[in-house]
């Protein structure tokens, strides 16, 4: 039987959860983005890097659907999410009833204490969010984002406030979730070990757009002693503007 090998494949499975395309952002006049594009695959691991002020968290925001003040095309999947630096839980309301906030219909709490269970915060379920850690809080928020179903995952600077062995903590666990969950996940960070350690692809944004992309073909777990592993970090310490030379010093 022949087999045409020229077929374009259109179906809605690979089509890509993301895609950017003429997408500019300004305020008071200034472009902070201009002209970006962007594609990310269903399932993909991205993370996003740049100076601080290049409008990372602007453009989360804005595939967040947030901001609704851009021109050009942006196509993201219905079911997305989002955790921020800052956990953002209503002190009012006990760990559980956080994370079913906003959720549509009218989930009961089996559905907040699975997604708690997911993250290891299923004893501090009837907690108030402000006897958690930091670290116990920022999970409270990846939970929140996971009762979405998302095919998405937006999660900007989320381990920033973390100390580093909570951090490391962190950062196992959102692999460990994106591994299970199949979600595309986009990963704003300033941490570029973080990003080498987690994502398929690390994007640096710089004057606007996408000035670079880096693949991260290293196999997981990786480990954070493999040379080629110190080799993509310090190319992209590099495009960053940071002088390795002088960091080693
Ligand atoms: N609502 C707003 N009104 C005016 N200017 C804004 C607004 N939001 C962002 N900006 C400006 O857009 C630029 C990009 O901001 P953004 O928060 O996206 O940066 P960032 O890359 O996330 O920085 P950081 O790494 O420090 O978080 C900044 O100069 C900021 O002042
Ligand atoms: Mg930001």
Known sequence: MATDVHRPVTTRRNAPAVRVEGLTRSFDGRAVIDDLRLD?????????????????????????????????????????????????????????RNVLLGLPGKPG???????????????????????????????ASLARALVREPDLLLLDEPFGALDAL?????????????????????LVTHDVEEAVLLADRVLVMDDGVI????????????????????????????RLGVDTAAEAA
């Open 40 to 96: 990310v695959r269903q399932g993909e691991f991205v993370a996003l890097l740049g100076r601080s002020g290049c409008g990372k968290s602007t453009l989360l925001r804005i595939l967040a659907g947030l901001d609704r003040d851009i021109e050009g095309t942006v196509l993201v999947p219905r079911r997305k999410a989002v955790a921020f630096q800052s956990p953002r839980l209503m002190p009012w309301k006990k760990v559980w």
């Open 166 to 186: 909570t951090r490391i903590k962190a950062q196992r666990l959102v692999g460990e979730l994106w591994q299970r969950r199949g979600c595309a996940v986009l």
């Open 109 to 139: 709490r089996p559905v907040a204490d699975q997604a708690l269970e997911e993250v290891g915060l299923g004893h501090r379920a009837d907690a108030w969010p402000k006897t958690l850690s930091g670290g116990e809080a920022q999970r």
């Open 211 to 238: 000035a670079h992309e880096q693949h991260i073909d290293l196999d997981r777990p990786r480990d954070i002693t493999d040379p080629r592993f110190a080799e993509l970090r310090a190319g992209l310490l590099e």
